[in-house]
């Protein structure tokens, strides 16, 4: 993929028409045009995920490659409500760019109109901020950072297993004294979610290949003061009520390579460092929407 020459094609659309629209594939990378959609519905909410509703005629041209990527018998299936979902297929994303924010959103389902053969398909998605509700937020990150796996034959009361597990042990919070944050919001909130990457990566594998980072850019935090009690839920779970009530909003963007460097946290905690990568990523945007 020449990925310079999108680049260049999609900035040339955005600065023409004032927004492009796109599929990418699981990694980020784009892979088609969807200039034929007759409808986008693409929701911008500070304080919670946003949503995506695309409506793209099925005829020839790009409409056909969207109907064989998105809606072959091979790589989606009808679920019981009559939604065309993925099965064994790849991910696919869809990108919003407009001029200064880029928004990619999580395709969740189909759906066909229009009768045999169909005349439209709408894709339906969620934005990369419904990650951090099923992304861990450990109250020991240290822990999960230094868990190894191994092979269990039986669980803790010694039954066994009907086949073996890959299993780590963790500690988990069972009260509330030292497990409780305390700032202001928009540093407090930064830190959760960025500990909350650093431990659970290195348990994937992926230490070297981060999927998200958090933005630590905007100076002075001037934020409210809050209290926030990690007991291992997640992300979103965590931070979402306290980050509302404080008037601060959450977003997460996606970068490519080419975009401006990222301040980001250095691994010793202690400071910040400028950072680009050689392939997409997701950036955590923490910032105040309004005096409380």
């Known amino acids: ?20 629209l796109g599929v ?10 969807l200039p034929l959609a007759s409808s986008v519905k693409a929701s911008e909410v500070k304080l919670g995920p ?8 099925l005829r020839g041209g790009i409409g056909g490659r969207v109907a064989r990527d998105l809606v072959a018998d091979d790589v989606l299936a009808e679920d019981g409500a009559g939604r065309l979902v993925p099965s064994n297929g790849p ?28 005349k439209t398909v709408t894709i339906y998605g969620a934005d990369f901020l419904e990650g951090l509700a099923w992304w861990p937020c450990p109250s020991i990150p240290l822990d999960w950072q230094q868990a190894k796996f191994a092979t ?20 988990f919070a069972d009260q509330a004294d030292g497990y ?20 659970v990566n290195p348990m994937k594998g992926w230490q070297d290949d981060d999927h998200a980072v958090v933005d630590y850019s905007g100076g002075v935090d001037t934020s409210r003061q809050v209290l926030i009690r990690t007991d291992d839920s997640y992300v979103w779970d965590t931070v979402s009520a306290p980050a509302k009530n404080a008037g601060v909003g959450i977003q997460v963007d996606l970068w490519w390579p080419g975009d401006g460097e ?14 680009s990568w050689s392939y997409p990523i997701q950036i955590v945007r923490v910032e105040t929407t309004r005096e409380v």
Do not use: N
């Not at 990418?24 to 045009?33: I, K, Q």
């Open 1 to 20: 993929m020449d990925f310079e020459a999108w680049r260049k094609h999609i900035d040339q659309v955005v600065a023409d028409d004032g927004q492009w």
């Open 262 to 275: 990222v301040t980001v946290r250095t691994q010793d905690r202690q400071s910040t460092q400028k950072m």
């Open 50 to 57: 946003g949503s995506l509703e695309v409506t793209v005629p």
């Open 152 to 171: 269990w034959d039986t669980d803790a009361s010694g039954e066994k297993y009907a086949k073996p597990r890959q299993l780590a042990q963790l500690k």
């Open 91 to 118: 991910t696919r994303l869809v990108c919003v760019a407009r001029g200064g924010e880029r928004r990619a959103y999580l395709i969740s389902h189909v759906h066909v109109e229009g009768g045999d053969p169909p």
């Open 180 to 199: 409780t944050k305390k700032g202001p919001a928009r540093t407090v909130i930064r830190d959760l979610i960025q500990d909350s990457f650093d431990a």
């Open 24 to 33: 990418l594939d699981e990694d980020g990378w784009p892979l088609m045009d």
